[in-house]
Structures are given as structure tokens and as C-alpha cells.
């Protein structure tokens, strides 16, 4: 980390202090190789979980200039288990995983248009109308 400029530290890292050898002090640190996350109360974990988890391993990687295992130990449910393989956690192999797990696309993106009046059968519209408060 010595060899990061200032300008591409985060705004909370203030640096080497002058006159002091950061180096020294982090090569009798111990590297890091992994990281365990106890999930023994956690009963859901929706995409932003899977993000949050995705960007830290990415910042992780970044400062430790190699490959982190991440574990976690007492997952409750199997969905659980599957969003975090989808997020690229317990693989086994470590390629470059995803860096999104759902992209966000704006409103102007949506490539089919949305249903007219004109395509909906009368128990559609009816359910439309029930939907925004019309009948």
C-alpha cells in the first residue's frame, strides 16, 4: 500500500506519516488469505447482499494485490447458497468472477414497449384498473 499515490488513496487514508517507514511496518504484518463470514442468522439475502459482499471482495483483491478465499460457515438455506454461488463464492476456482450480480437498467433501456389498451382483453383491463385504484 506504500506504493499508492495520494491521489488514488481513499479519502480516509491519510498515508505514509513523514518519517516513517510504512514498509517496514507492513512487511512484519501478516498477509491476508482469507476471510470466514458466519451466516448462522441469516435467513435471506437478496442481490444487494450478493453486491455488497462482490464489491468487498473486489476492494479486498485490490489492496492485497492477490486472491482472498472467502468463507462461510452455518449457511441456513439453499437459496442462500445459490445466490452466493451466483455472485462467483464457492466455486472452488477462482476466474474472474461477476462484478454485478443484477445490472440495474434505467427506464429508457426497456427494449419491449409496455402493454397498450388496445392488447388487453377485458378481464386485463379490469385487473388494471383494480391495480391503480380505477374501479
Known amino acids: 500500500m506504500s506504493k499508492i499515490k495520494l491521489s488514488d488513496r481513499a479519502w480516509n487514508d491519510p498515508g505514509p506519516r513523514p518519517g516513517h517507514d510504512e514498509n517496514a511496518e507492513n512487511m512484519k504484518r501478516h498477509d491476508l488469505r482469507a476471510i470466514v463470514l458466519d451466516l448462522s442468522t441469516v435467513s435471506h439475502?437478496?442481490?444487494?447482499?450478493?453486491?455488497?459482499?462482490?464489491?468487498?471482495r473486489t476492494e479486498i483483491e485490490r489492496w492485497t494485490n492477490h486472491p482472498v478465499e472467502f468463507h462461510f460457515a452455518t449457511v441456513l438455506s439453499p437459496w442462500i447458497r445459490r445466490a452466493l454461488v451466483a455472485g462467483g463464492f464457492g466455486t472452488g476456482a477462482r476466474l474472474n468472477g461477476p462484478t454485478e450480480i443484477a445490472q440495474v437498467v434505467s427506464f429508457g433501456d426497456v427494449r419491449?414497449?409496455?402493454?397498450?389498451?388496445?392488447?388487453l382483453d377485458i378481464e386485463d383491463r379490469r385487473d388494471a384498473g383494480a391495480a391503480i385504484g380505477l374501479i
Request: proline share 10%; no cysteine.
Open 45 to 56: 439475502v437478496d442481490t444487494t447482499a450478493v453486491q455488497a459482499l462482490i464489491d468487498t
Open 112 to 119: 419491449s414497449s409496455p402493454p397498450t389498451e388496445k392488447n
